[in-house]
């Protein structure tokens, strides 16, 4: 079936810097890849995501880079701050299924 | 601009309980999914709600069932409660016209089962 393997579960980081959470799937059909942020107490946030005919998406401090040949796509964060600190989701939608298939996500923390 | 809105917050029940739990869908939207997040997991997808009808489910027994309403309102309802149905239950509503319409999410309902 569909599957999501997200790498690191663990990220820490000092304020200032650059984080990068990467995400594979299973599925050549996949589609659409969104990432989500979920504080403690709090349903997951979508914060960035990218289809499959675009390579790379921009926002702010925030960028998601897809490659289709090698099946994943990477979240990168620039300028880190505290507030940053969350777990991030990746997830994937494939072919027509219009179902979120989720990978096990990542815990970062953002160092003063 | 009301977002996705779950009632309860919380809920504790006790095994062979029923329980029903409800979302409200961001203003404009039309389709309701229904998600469970164990603790330090990823959501696992429930079922998927668009006119009034379930067009997809996941891999989850039948005491898990759902409905929406005309105003596209959506409920899950769980039946004979089991330890493991103590979980997150979230709800995300989107537009069903196209692919890859943004999923957006409540803040879930945590559900303690004794």
């Known amino acids: 079936g569909e599957n999501v393997e997200q790498h690191p579960s663990t990220l820490s980081v000092q304020e200032g810097d650059s984080a990068v959470i990467k995400c594979t799937y299973s599925?050549?059909?996949?589609?659409?890849f969104p990432w989500y942020k979920q504080e403690l107490g709090k349903g997951p946030q979508l914060i960035i995501d990218?289809?499959?005919?675009?390579g790379e998406k921009k926002d702010q401090r925030i960028a998601v880079t897809l490659n289709k040949t090698a099946k994943h796509f990477s979240l990168h964060i620039t300028e880190t701050q505290p507030e940053d600190s969350a777990v991030y989701f990746c997830?994937?939608?494939?072919?027509?299924?219009?179902?979120?298939?989720f990978g096990s996500g990542t815990q970062l923390t953002v160092l003063p | 601009d009301a977002g996705v809105t779950q009632s309860p917050t919380h809920l504790i029940k006790t095994r062979g309980q029923q329980v029903t739990l409800r979302c409200s869908p961001k203003?404009?939207?039309?389709?309701v999914s229904w998600y469970q997040q164990a603790l330090g997991q990823g959501p696992q997808f429930i079922f998927q709600?668009?006119?009034?009808?379930?067009?997809q489910r996941g891999n989850f027994p039948d005491r898990f069932s759902g409905h929406q309403f005309p105003n596209y309102s959506s409920e899950l309802n769980v039946n004979a409660l089991l330890l493991g149905d103590s979980a997150l239950y979230l709800c995300?509503?989107?537009?069903?016209?196209?692919?890859?319409?943004?999923?957006?999410f409540g803040d879930g309902t945590r559900l303690s089962i004794l």
């Open positions: 203003s404009g939207h039309d389709t």
């Open positions: 995300a509503s989107s537009l069903m016209e196209g692919v890859g319409q943004p999923q957006h």
């Open positions: 990218i289809r499959s005919n675009v």
């Open positions: 599925d050549s059909a996949s589609n659409y």
């Open positions: 997830a994937a939608t494939f072919g027509s299924a219009r179902q979120l298939t």
């Open positions: 709600y668009y006119e009034e009808e379930e067009r």
